[in-house]
């Protein structure tokens, strides 16, 4: 137990000097690299004007509220320190994570898949460079992957404490992100098929609901006041779903997005326009041609899958695509020498590697964790499924898929561990693998 621990603390401090290392030399400077970043940080500049008027309404509240202390402690003169500070507290987190994907493996396959998978997330590429962008996604991923730890834990035991402590970082994660709002429905079908405990594990379900609630609901109370509509934490899923359901919504923007407020909803701008009219004009599109929706959808999701979040440049020169740079060398359109002249293949390629290693190993480790430890693997699968589905509807992009993929780092640990046993030696000759927890 000594040594597992050592080894887990020396890993977690290499993760932290990676990514605090990337901050300081791939972030050396103010740049935003988005408009959300720029809204997130206007907000937190000026929290008690945003909490009290309608501008905070388009993103959960928790991550600028989490940039405050940044960007109001420290002098507007110094904006390179305000936002290398909230990147180095982002690298601090990224790291937290590493140690969540790391118990959460643990506790499910065994110390030597928990090995695996602290190992694969403290030298993903992927993370330490997203930790650097000023976005949501490192703090919702770890608050996410704490809520999975703890409620794994929770339905595993007999207790209905950790199931409300996880109901309570749930609401958190939904306060930053609001996608898993409805993950819990899933987490019901999870309960009602535990064996020999079904009821106690519904019950835990039902306070972990009622702690989301209560942890999400004097903000969704504040929006209803400020905006007069009821919306579920943010307001962006409406617009989202109404462009998704439009052949060019990946395409309109500005006084074209304007403009097709005006023809198609009918109101004066995207101002006036509110959630229900986003929805029905929505719904009309798609029951026009659900079928058709359903193929762009479903394409569109598998080319967010084959796109590695970072991998569109984060730092440096954009526009050169790795892929399609690849795709023209195999065609004689372009040499070896215009692939290897991309700004950052190396680590772009890295994260190519690290993220197809994760689907493809991830789905080989779901059918290993299936037979191993049958029904309490659920959640994780869950999440991917919830996750995709749910963004498809959206405006799916890489960027919005990349929570999901902590879950496949764990899957593909228990996967990497049987090719491991398969090929090198037996699974008796590793003393540390103790089996599910």
């Known amino acids: 137990m000594l040594r597992s621990r050592r080894f887990a603390w020396v890993v977690l401090a290499i993760a932290l000097m990676l990514r605090v290392g990337v901050v300081l030399i791939a972030f050396a400077n103010e740049q935003s690299f988005n408009g959300d970043s720029i809204y997130y940080m206007r907000i937190a500049r000026q929290p008690i004007d945003a909490l009290g008027n309608a501008d905070l309404t388009s993103s959960g509240p928790l991550y600028p509220l989490f940039l405050v202390p940044f960007f109001n402690l420290i002098p507007d003169t110094a904006p390179l320190a305000q936002v290398t500070a909230a990147r180095l507290a982002q690298a ?29 997330q403290a030298l993903d590429v992927r993370y330490m460079f997203v930790a650097g962008i000023v976005a949501t996604e490192t703090l919702f991923i770890a608050l996410f992957a704490w809520f999975m730890l703890l409620y794994l834990r929770a339905a595993a035991g007999e207790k209905s404490g950790p199931y409300r402590a996880a109901g309570a970082v749930l609401g958190l994660a939904v306060l930053t992100r609001p996608v898993p709002l409805l993950f819990p429905v899933l987490l019901g079908v999870h309960a009602w098929f535990q064996r020999g405990k079904r009821r106690q594990a519904l019950h835990g379900v039902a306070w972990l609901v009622g702690m989301m609630l209560l942890t999400i609901t004097p903000w969704v109370v504040r929006t209803a006041l400020v905006t007069g509509e009821l919306i579920p934490i943010a307001d962006t899923a409406f617009s989202q779903f109404w462009a998704n359901s439009r052949d060019d919504g990946r395409e309109i923007g500005g006084a074209l997005y304007e403009e097709a407020v005006r023809d198609e909803i009918g109101t004066e701008s995207v101002g006036t326009t509110t959630g229900d009219d986003y929805v029905a004009a929505g719904l009309n599109n798609v029951l026009g041609a659900p079928l058709k929706w359903l193929g762009r959808i479903a394409l569109d999701t598998l080319r967010a899958y084959a796109q590695p979040y970072g991998t569109v440049p984060l730092i440096g020169p954009t526009g050169t695509s790795v892929r399609g740079t690849l795709r023209d060398v195999l065609a004689g359109q372009a040499t070896i020498g215009d692939l290897l002249a991309i700004p950052g293949l190396g680590r772009r390629g890295l994260m190519y590697l690290l993220h197809f290693w994760g689907l493809l190993f991830g789905v080989a480790g779901l059918v290993i964790a299936v037979r191993e430890v049958g029904w309490r693997v659920f959640p994780l699968p869950a999440w991917i499924v919830y996750a995709t589905g ?10 919005y898929l990349f929570p999901v993929m902590f879950a496949f780092t764990i899957l593909a640990a228990r996967a990497s561990l049987s090719a491991w046993q398969a090929v090198f030696r037996p699974p008796k000759a590793l003393s540390l693998d103790e089996g599910p927890a």
């Open 92 to 120: 601090a987190i990224d790291t937290a994570t590493v140690w969540l994907v790391y118990a959460i493996a643990r506790d499910l396959f065994g110390e030597w898949v928990g090995r695996v998978a602290l190992v694969a």
């Open 390 to 399: 749910v963004q498809a509807a959206l405006l799916i992009e890489a960027r």
